[in-house]
């Protein structure tokens, strides 16, 4: 499940198994009353459910880490592989399905969006992050720059510093970005981390 997507009917199938299995009186008998549906077995144990895993919404979740780590672990053989195949000039948030992709690649791109609302970087030295295709904003409902200025569109997070990457070059801020995302971008605090 962390591989491949599997097909709605399978994780049914998958799912009766296991209610089968929880509910049948005897293993010769294959009778057995359901006491609880599945759905409710699903719910968490404090709100009266048995903590079962959904595998609807699980099996997208384990794709969803394949994922973060072609985001996270840029530099390992797969992310290198995917990445020269599949989106040789933008970033997994970004990518596209593509020509005749592969089943894992089509798995792992379905989850992109499970990703994509879940993932925010923190703002290091700013080399790596895209100020227009990451995110990065301290913004919970939107953390994307909603500014379109033509000189953002390559452009790194690294560019907006000042020379001594101590402070926001608030020059260049008021010339290419909305209100909104420079009050956001000067909220962001500097770290001494060399990170991304």
Known sequence: MSVFLLHIETGKHIEGQMASFWWKSSSTSKKGIHWISWDRMCHHRIVGGMGFRNLRDFNPALLGKQGWCLISRPQSLVAKVYKARYFPNESFLMAQLGNNPNFVWRSIWEAQDIVHKGIQWQVGNGYSISVLGDPWLPNVDNP??????????????????????????????????????????TKIPFTSCPGD
Do not use: C, T
Request: glycine share 2%; proline share 0%.
């Open 144 to 185: 994307f720059v909603v500014s379109h200025h033509l000189g953002l569109v390559n452009a790194k997070v690294h560019s907006l510093m000042r020379l001594d990457d101590k402070s926001w070059d608030l020059e260049i801020l008021q010339d290419m970005f909305e209100d909104l995302d420079i009050s956001l971008i």
